[in-house]
């Protein structure tokens, strides 16, 4: 359980309100490019920001999920919403800065949902499988909602998932090493940003199985 | 655990199986509409009428869920696909009515739920949305599933959210002032209902994002 | 708990990595036909093959869900997603083939499902219902995230959801009468998985509501 808390108490919530801000924020736009209602817009807010850590939760059977129990979650995508409400022109145009803060969110649910599913009594190859559903997978619900092909598993879209999935295994790594201490957290956390970044700059794409094939036609 | 108990049990069943039919009557309707067969109706069915407490009871840990522990609550759902199925002509006709029976589930169901909730331990604000979860969450899993997007989330449909909202806030407030009973819930469910017949009737909306800006464009 | 014993446990290990194959070869065959790329084949396929069972487990509350506690339940998809990656085409042109493994997982997974759920408290309705969810339900998730209307839903494909109700049905009958044995069992599983070779030779499909109409016309 002190797995948990490799942060302090209060910078992981902090931490984990940040993470899930920027989430939130990516859902509320998506609901006005979809061009749904101001509650549509909170509730697809509500999804990507909370969605995949409460996926987590269920599965660890850490019942009622961390969602629900503190009012700080359930509240913070309600601000997003209402920043989006009345700026999104303006978030729009810092698409960019909002790109930037979803890889730290990326990086950090990763960690944190890796950690936390070990700690939960899990093995390294599940909490590191949940590690990624926690940082990927309110994003899925969110296209799924939105009625859209989830952008995780679009190869046109630059690489989202290899990140998340270098730092949830540096985090088991350093579990089954015994060195997962805040630093090598940090670290684990910084390296999937960095890569995040990497990826949106350079278009970093992961291969289909039919470019390795050549004559097959599918159109 | 008596919060559950504010109507007595079988009214409270009653009740319960009015609103998974007349949900399950919503999700027949839908299947037909989209072509689907006969099971596919079965399991549209089953689902509007069952997934928003199946969310809700996962959330909470109330596993195994009433949804698979009640016979009724299992085969209303199908009465109601055989309904659709032999009569969906004149079912479509009352189309009207099944709406106002629609709005009656959702007014029940975002009492029962956030009363559910609260009596399993979590907060006011997590059982008041879990009230809403249990009242929406079957429509949007039914479009979800036909894939639609969620007519809770679009902006040119009529109000459903709120109603539930103001019926879960009411309950929530009630518990809050210690003044929960089965005459405030049910005036907490009927505002709810009422709620959403006026949003029907003058055709309610929530305002979207962009209304607010003036110059941007989109498309 | 003997129950889930049936088999001995090796041998239904050794079924139920087959079933999770089969299953996650038709999920990385979708994912390779919506053009997904390696990371939303390997999504696709663990969804698949594995997502009936979590959600059987999550509704029974045996958690965390084999799927996170079984280290061959989570390798077994990402086989399946390299052999589709290097050998597609090879699949596709196996695609009859395929689709026979896909009915002995269909008969199979019904069987453990409704076995599973009964051994855990549920009622023989509810362990029968929950047979037939671990049988389709990873095909419904599958479908969903690639953004399709599930086939399980549409009238124009071959019957599907019935196979795996009668062999659901035919283990609680079984278990009512208290004749369940590996004998009954695997004759369950091999009714179900020989009525799904039959609705595909014979193209059997089931009814839709408005063929019992007449004069209602809906495009």
Request: with cysteine; glycine share 8%; aromatic share 10%.
């Amino acid at each position: 359980m002190q797995l948990d808390q490799i942060f302090s108490p209060s910078v992981q919530h902090t931490l984990d309100v940040i993470g899930i801000f920027v989430f939130a924020i990516s859902g509320a736009l998506l609901a006005v490019r979809k061009n749904f209602d101001v509650f549509g817009m909170a509730v697809l807010a509500e999804v990507t920001a909370l969605g995949g850590g409460l996926l987590r939760d269920l599965i660890i059977g850490a019942v009622p999920p961390a969602a629900f129990t503190d009012l700080g979650f359930f509240v913070t995508p309600l601000l997003a919403t209402v920043v989006v409400f009345f700026l999104h022109p303006h978030v729009e145009r810092i698409q960019a800065a909002v790109l930037v803060f979803d890889a730290a969110g990326l990086g950090l649910f990763c960690v944190t949902g890796t950690t936390k599913a070990y700690s939960h009594g899990l093995g390294l190859t599940a909490s590191a499988t949940l590690g990624l559903a926690t940082a990927v997978g309110g994003g899925v619900l969110r296209d799924v909602l939105a009625n859209e092909v989830p952008s995780l598993l679009r190869w046109d879209r630059d690489l989202y998932a290899v990140p998340a999935i270098v730092g949830a295994t540096m985090v088991v790594l350093c579990i089954r090493f015994d060195a997962l201490t805040s630093l090598t957290s940090g670290l684990a956390a910084a390296t999937a940003f960095v890569l995040r970044l990497l990826a949106m700059k350079f278009h970093w794409r992961a291969p289909r199985a039919w470019n390795r094939r050549s004559t097959v036609t599918e159109e």
